[in-house]
Structures are given as structure tokens and as C-alpha cells.
């Protein structure tokens, strides 16, 4: 392993004014985003789309510094011939695979979930880095419930997540160590900065065991917030002072970035929330995003399947990475939003 340039790559995926697009749905995710803009779900059409995306020079070029992709994608070709990856990586992005295999039911821990994907993943990774593929993702499941999350369920995963990090290292590739705490629920944020806390600890214990460097990785967690039912949502200011707490208290300050998901936030909320973080400050690490919905609900919207609305698609992908990009330095406004 050469931890240099693991480090090297860590450090270009939380650049300041830069972050992440997750666009790594798999079919059963991409086909309920679909579903809601009315598009059917063939491989053409998830093609059609993620081109349009990874054509959008500006946006591409300057807001985002890598993007995630399924299996799929990486291995498929633009309408000309070009391969998507290629795209990416003239855009200046770096680009990454998903090789979890998602989440399946853990036996014996009834609503729980264990995240498969370890075997074959060193031959997999090998065909991935050659494909272009320099960072990987894996993602953890873990639902807040009355008498939920148990411990069971979050030493399983994060000792999965841990041997993912290990293996991905050993290949060369960054890990995205991605551990989500859900928003689904009625919990209180309080219950939330808990099981945070505690996932958190947990995962870098198991990092620790794992021999996995801290300086070739990159931390994809949840905001610290309260749950989608719980009647009323914390403030802006709460969650980022909650946040930052959770992961001062359990992140090593090794860690080069954090890259936020937005778990089912509103595309304003996140930034919000991204941007509140980096205008506290005082932490040792980048913070950027790394969002999937909150990137890419607008575009789909506005493309809907229709070959004339890539222009508009693409302003409206080109929005919201560039409000996240300031939020990502602690330069948005809300009042950006309404200007655009
Ligand atoms: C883009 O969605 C990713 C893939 O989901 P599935 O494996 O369920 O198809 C997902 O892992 C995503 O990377 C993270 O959850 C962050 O995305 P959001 O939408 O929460 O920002």
C-alpha cells in the first residue's frame, strides 16, 4: 500500500469549494427516482441521464471532485462511444465505485441490516482501478426504532465496514466509509447524537483493528438530526453545533475529510446545514458533501426523460453544486436560492 498517494487521492476528494456526487443508485433506487419523474427504468434511459449529468463542463469542472458510481456506469459507454468514466475524469473528477452489495436482513436481529459485499472484493477492486475507479464506497444501514439500533447490529457492520476499508487499501483504492444512522422515524435529535456517537466510536475502533491508515480514508456520515416524524425539526444552528460535537468527539483528527450525506433532507436543508458547519469552524478536517438526492432530485426533475430538457436538467444540476460548493467554505446565502 502506498498510503502517500492514498492520502494524495483522500485530500483532492475534500478539496475546499469541491465535494462529491453520489450517483451510484443502484436499479432499485435509481427505478424510485424515476418512478417519480415519470421516466421508465431500461439502461438506456439511466445512461441518457447520468450522461447529461457528467456532460455539464461547468458544474463538473469546478464544483465536484469526484463522483461515486454503480457498477454499471463505470463499465458503460456515452451515446458516442466514449466511456463515462472517461467524461468524469476529463471533467478533473475523480472517479469511484460502489462495491457494497447492499443491505440484507441480519439473522437473528429482527429489523436490522447487515451490509454484504467482502467476497470476490480484492478481484473486483483489481478490475475497477483499471477501469479508472481510484475510490470506493460502502455503505451501513443503521434504523433508530424503539429498542433499535442494538449493539449486535452496529459491531457487524462497522467490523464489515472495517474489513471493506482494509481491503480497498491493500488495492490501492480509497475507501468512502460511509456509516448512515436514518433519518426514518419519530426519534428526537437527541436519540439521533446518541446512536451517532456511539456508531461512530465503533466504526473507528474497528478501523483501528483493521490496521486501516486514517489518512487514506474518507467519512461519509449522517448530520446529526432529528427524525423525519418527529414533528419539529431542529434549527439550522442546532444540528451544526450537534454535529460538529458528535464528530469531535469520536473522529480522529487523521481523518482528511468528512463528505456528508443528506440521508432525505431537502436540497436547502443540507446546504444549509453543510454551510452552518464550516462557518463555526474549529474542527481538524475538510467538511464537503457528498450528496446524492440533494445533488440530483432538481436535475431529474427538470430532464423528466425528455432529450430537450438537458439544457435545463443541467443549469439545475450546475445550481445546486455550486450552493453546495459554498457551502463547503462557508460562503452561501439562502438568499442565493431565491436569486437563481
Ligand atoms: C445515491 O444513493 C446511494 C445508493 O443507494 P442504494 O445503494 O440504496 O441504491 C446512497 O448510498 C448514497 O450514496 C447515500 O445514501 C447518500 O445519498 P443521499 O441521497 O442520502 O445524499
Known sequence: ?????????????????????????????????????????????????????????????????????????????????????????????????????????LPGFPGETITEGLDGLPQRLEKDYARGARFAKWRAVIDIADGLPTWGAIKANAHALARYAAICQAAQIVPIVEPEVMMDGAHDIERCDEVTRLVLMTVFRELFEQRVALEGIVLKPNMVVCGKD??????????????????????????????YLSGGQSDEEATAHLDAMNKIGGFPWKMTFSFGRALQAAPQKAWSGERQNVPAAQRAFAHRARMNSLASIGQWEGALEAAA
Open 230 to 259: 418527529c414533528g419539529k425539526p431542529a434549527s439550522v444552528d442546532e444540528v451544526a453545533h450537534r454535529t460538529i460535537a458528535a464528530l469531535k468527539a469520536t473522529v480522529p483528527a487523521a481523518v482528511p475529510g468528512i463528505a
Open 1 to 105: 500500500m502506498n498510503l502517500a498517494a492514498l492520502n494524495e487521492i483522500a485530500e483532492k476528494m475534500v478539496t475546499p469549494g469541491k465535494g462529491i456526487l453520489a450517483a451510484d443508485e443502484s436499479t432499485g433506487t435509481i427505478q424510485k427516482r424515476f418512478d417519480a419523474i415519470g421516466v421508465e427504468n431500461t439502461e438506456q434511459n439511466r445512461r441518457d441521464y447520468r450522461e447529461l449529468i457528467f456532460r455539464a463542463a461547468e458544474p463538473m469542472r469546478n464544483y465536484i471532485s469526484g463522483v461515486i458510481l454503480f457498477e454499471e456506469t463505470l463499465y458503460q459507454d456515452a451515446a458516442d462511444g466514449t466511456p463515462l468514466v472517461k467524461l468524469i475524469a476529463e471533467a478533473g473528477a475523480a472517479p469511484g465505485i460502489k462495491v457494497d452489495k447492499g443491505a440484507k436482513p
